[in-house]
C-alpha cells in the first residue's frame, strides 16, 4: 500500500483500514495501541467528547467513547508519520500531496468529489467525496515546508465527520 492508495481508499470508503466511525474507542486502541489523548480530555476525563486521540498523524475524535472522525494529518515537506497498522513503513513517503493529484486518484478510481463550499474559502480549498462524506482540505505552503511548486495547494487534512 503506498500514502496516495490509503487516502484515495479513505476518501472513496470512509474507513481507514479497519478503523471506522462508530467503532468503540478501546477497539481502535487494541489495533493501534493507546492513543496520546488531547489535552483537554487530560484536562477533563475520558467522558469528554468531541477530542481527538493520535497516533503520529492518524486522530481519531471520540464521541461517547466512539469513533466520530477519524482524521489523517499532513505536513507538506516533511515525512508521513502513521501507525504502522494504517501505513506500514509510513516514514518513507513523503507527506506532500498536492491537490491535483489526489482528484486524479479520485476520478481514477471513479470516486465522486465536489466542491466543499463551506471549507473552500481565501487561499483554502476544500472537496467533500460522494457518497463517504470525506473532506479533503488542502492549502498553499507555508514558508519553510520545502514544497516545489509554492503556487500548488498541498493536502492538509482528509477527515469524516460521523452523521
Request: overall charge negative; proline content about 10%; some cysteine.
Amino acid at each position: 500500500m503506498t500514502l496516495m492508495s490509503l487516502l484515495v481508499d479513505f476518501a472513496r470508503t470512509g474507513r481507514i483500514g479497519p478503523l471506522h466511525c462508530g467503532m468503540p474507542l478501546s477497539e481502535a486502541e487494541g489495533l493501534l495501541g493507546p492513543g496520546r489523548p488531547h489535552p483537554a480530555i487530560r484536562l477533563l476525563g475520558p467522558d469528554v467528547d468531541g477530542y481527538p486521540y493520535a497516533w503520529g498523524g492518524l486522530e481519531l475524535v471520540v464521541t461517547r467513547h466512539s469513533v466520530s472522525g477519524p482524521w489523517i494529518r499532513l505536513s507538506p515537506g516533511a515525512a508521513v508519520r502513521l501507525p504502522p497498522l494504517v501505513l506500514p513503513d509510513s516514514e518513507s513517503y513523503p507527506s506532500t500531496v498536492l491537490r491535483e493529484e489526489l482528484i486524479a486518484g479520485l476520478d481514477a478510481v471513479g470516486c465522486r468529489h465536489d466542491v466543499d463550499d463551506l471549507l473552500t474559502f481565501g487561499e483554502q480549498s476544500s472537496v467533500l467525496t460522494r457518497p463517504a462524506g470525506v473532506c479533503a482540505v488542502f492549502f498553499p505552503p507555508r514558508r519553510g515546508d520545502h514544497v516545489s511548486g509554492p503556487e500548488q495547494h498541498c493536502l492538509g487534512v482528509l477527515h469524516k465527520r460521523d452523521a
